[in-house]
């Protein structure tokens, strides 16, 4: 029995241990899940300073983009949306739970790069470019001047057909503007035909087109070229003309497809007129119908000023034309087809007799006898309903040298 109260005093000493061991152990899983929390709450503290950082930093880059926008807005955002009606706005939505009625609520939006316009009426579309062979041709038409024509129906027949006989096709956009040029004296019922049957030609082709008489006053002798010359000058102050057709009063074409602007090349379009059997009578004629653009007449000094009388100027033309390196286009044959005008030669429009002479020195001459060395006076210019009238003085011919 004595030997029990050592054992029961190691027993106590042993039962006092285990208890401080668990003290300890309890204490130190407290303390580990407070470091842990420690931890967490750490790393939560870092996630929320990562989450303003870049909330603020969004905040920024969306005001420089606001400030880009603004001064490009209009160039990298309108030319797509706003030509569909609709206008982009730039909102800073980066914030949690930030929506576009919310910032519309706190007036947080920024100016619209396209300020909404009221009573904005669209822009018309650009024209379509014309066809090269419009749809509307006829092709081989009826050319009859037995019948009696006024004014006055030809206007009725033209209600499209502006003052000073002017039309530009209203459903697309012509490559070429044309001035189309007669030399004129006493030719008042062939006038009437012209443009009776060129006016809707003319329209059928898509033409944009102005129609100028070059009227001869007094009763010198008649001068074709000059005329012309004057003619280029005169639309030239009237228009921006780019091309010129050159048609005599007397010449009516017989088929629409003969298109009525410039080429590539010089054109003559009366290549086979009846009085010639439908046939062109040399290989060098230049005559009756003939078209340059503005680029093509200045190459060549326009035309000559000295051939008085008839005869001759359209094969100086000619040799103006093939000298400066071009070649004359034309139709073909069954489409450059005319009928002329029955008349008898006017007064004082006689042969000339210098004619074969001034062709063969074409290459000396046509440098200073052109376009360049015009001289004119114009007397009157005066608008019609279907054509321009410009009269004017163009002096007289030199006198012929005395044959002893």
């Known amino acids: 029995m004595p030997v029990a109260a050592p054992a029961l005093s190691w027993l106590a000493v042993a039962g006092r241990s285990s208890s401080s061991a668990m003290t300890r152990l309890m204490l130190g899983r407290t303390l580990e899940r407070i470091c842990k929390g420690v931890l967490l709450l750490c790393l939560l503290h870092f996630l929320i300073m990562m989450i303003l950082y870049f909330d603020v930093y969004t905040q920024r880059f969306d005001l420089f983009s606001r400030f880009n926008n603004g001064r490009n807005g209009s160039r990298n955002n309108v030319s797509g949306a706003a030509g569909n009606g609709h206008h982009f706005y730039y909102y800073n939505l980066s914030r949690p739970n930030a929506t576009l009625a919310s910032y519309l609520a706190t007036g947080e939006q920024l100016v619209p790069s396209v300020q909404p316009e009221t009573n904005q009426t669209p822009s018309p579309k650009p024209l379509p470019p014309c066809p090269e062979n419009p749809p509307g041709l006829v092709g081989r038409l009826l050319i009859e001047f037995s019948s009696q024509m006024t004014m006055e129906r030809v206007q009725k027949e033209n209600p499209n057909v502006t003052e000073g006989g002017r039309y530009t096709p209203p459903d697309c ?44 006053l007094g009763e010198d002798t008649f001068n074709r070229a000059k005329l012309l010359n004057v003619g280029y000058t005169e639309a030239l102050k009237d228009g921006e003309y780019d091309c010129f057709i050159f048609s005599d009063v007397d010449l009516i074409p017989m088929d629409d497809r003969n298109l009525y602007h410039c080429y590539d090349q010089p054109r003559h379009f009366a290549i086979a007129m009846d009085k010639f059997g439908f046939r062109l009578p040399y290989a060098g004629y230049f005559g009756g119908v003939s078209g340059l653009s503005k680029k093509q007449f200045l190459k060549i000094n326009g035309f000559p000023n000295e051939y008085w009388g008839w005869g001759g100027e359209d094969d100086d033309i000619y040799n103006r034309i093939t000298l400066n390196g071009m070649k004359v286009s034309r139709p073909d044959v069954r489409i450059g087809r005319y009928r002329m005008i029955k008349h008898e030669r006017d007064k004082h429009n006689e042969p000339n007799p210098q004619r074969f002479n001034k062709i063969q020195n074409t290459k000396n001459t046509m440098k200073k006898d052109g376009i360049s060395s015009l001289t004119y006076r114009v007397i009157q210019f005066k608008r019609y309903p279907l054509y321009t009238n410009i009269s004017v003085e163009i002096g007289k011919p030199p006198p012929r040298p005395f044959k002893g």
């Open 173 to 216: 956009r012509p490559r070429w503007k044309v001035a189309i040029i007669i030399p004129f004296r006493h030719r008042e019922n062939h006038l009437k035909y012209w443009l009776h049957y060129l006016h809707p030609i003319l329209r059928r082709q898509r033409i944009d087109y102005g129609i100028y008489i070059i009227n001869q």
